[in-house]
């Protein structure tokens, strides 16, 4: 029987991106349906990769993942001034990190103001070595119910930014019942251009706001992590951030007009932040009471409205 379906996905994702240490990364090769258990290989860019195989782990045994595979773990980006003056005068030759990002417009629209984003997935770690990278192999395969065989096949390596961008990684499988190669690809890419939707568009006070990431300029892969914060302060609800695609701003006050948000989307290849404001206009059904000049929400202003009264009351009665 030939094999049925072949994926290839990324393991312990989503996961961020590092540019002061080293990180393994691994890829995995699932092939289900085939009898007799086929066989797996990797290629990159076309080429089939040469990798160290690695023994199957113990029945029992949680996934196994080799460490430290790069032997020079040396972080430069905390080298003293003095020390990187002498490596530009020819002492070493450190890779050049890109440009700092710049500061953020500081004007707004009438209504939402996306500010382009911040790309830092090209300041790439003084310590990236730009030799060829030493892969790991495992494959292992285990008997299903109806008879036939799941197989997994697993590659592993130190992972390098600044070469592995947009490197295509193509799984395939060469059985007995098939008459050519079964083959499934992917492409490594870091987060570019996010696109983020916020609703509504014309924020009241009082109204609940969502802010989304649709989506980006780019396919990405692996699965990108997802950070909020606010920035000069906490969010909404008090927290100093939020994980996930979408922000909710439950019942949104006055005094959020003009703050601005951050969404920070990175996976191990890279990360960029993209930037957008907040306005919050008057809402007509939340009039504002005379002692209320900070636009709050009316509950406030209605239960010092009615406290004052009583008191009134109270005091003329006696």
Excluded at 123 to 142: D, G, L, S
């Amino acid at each position: 029987a030939p094999p049925t379906s072949i994926s290839v996905l990324a393991a312990d994702t989503p996961a961020p991106f590092s540019r002061y240490q080293a990180q393994n990364f691994t890829l995995v090769c699932v092939v289900s349906g085939g009898k007799p258990a086929p066989l797996v290989y990797f290629k990159r860019d076309g080429e089939p990769i040469e990798a160290t195989p690695l023994p199957e782990p113990p029945a029992g045994a949680s996934s196994w993942a080799p460490r430290n595979l790069l032997l020079r773990d040396l972080d430069d980006t905390k080298v003293p001034k003095s020390l990187a003056a002498d490596s530009e005068l020819g002492v070493g030759n450190p890779f050049p990190t890109a440009d700092p990002p710049r500061g953020l417009a500081a004007e707004r629209d009438s209504v939402t103001e996306s500010i382009p984003e911040t790309v830092v997935s090209r300041e790439f770690p003084r310590w990236v070595h730009m030799a060829e990278p030493i892969y790991y192999f495992r494959h292992t395969h285990a008997p299903v119910s109806d008879g036939t065989v799941e197989a997994r096949a697993t590659l592993t390596w130190t992972l390098n930014p600044q070469i592995d961008n947009e490197a295509l990684f193509s799984c395939e499988v060469k059985h007995p019942a098939l008459s050519m190669p079964m083959q499934s690809e992917v492409t490594l890419v870091a987060p570019k251009g996010p696109k983020i939707t916020m609703t509504p568009t014309r924020a009241r006070v009082g109204d609940t706001v969502r802010i989304l990431v649709q989506g980006f300029q780019n396919e990405v892969f692996p699965e990108p992590l997802f950070t909020w914060t606010r920035v000069g302060s906490r969010l909404l609800d008090g927290s100093a951030e939020h994980d996930g695609k979408e922000l909710v701003l439950e019942r949104v006050p006055a005094e959020l007009n003009g703050s601005m948000y951050r969404c920070t989307a990175q996976n191990p290849l890279g990360s960029t932040d993209t930037h957008t404001r907040l306005i919050v206009f008057e809402n007509p059904n939340i009039p504002r009471g005379p002692q209320d000049s900070n636009g709050s929400l009316p509950g406030h202003c209605g239960f010092r409205f009615v406290l004052a009264l009583t008191l009134t009351v109270i005091l003329e009665l006696t």
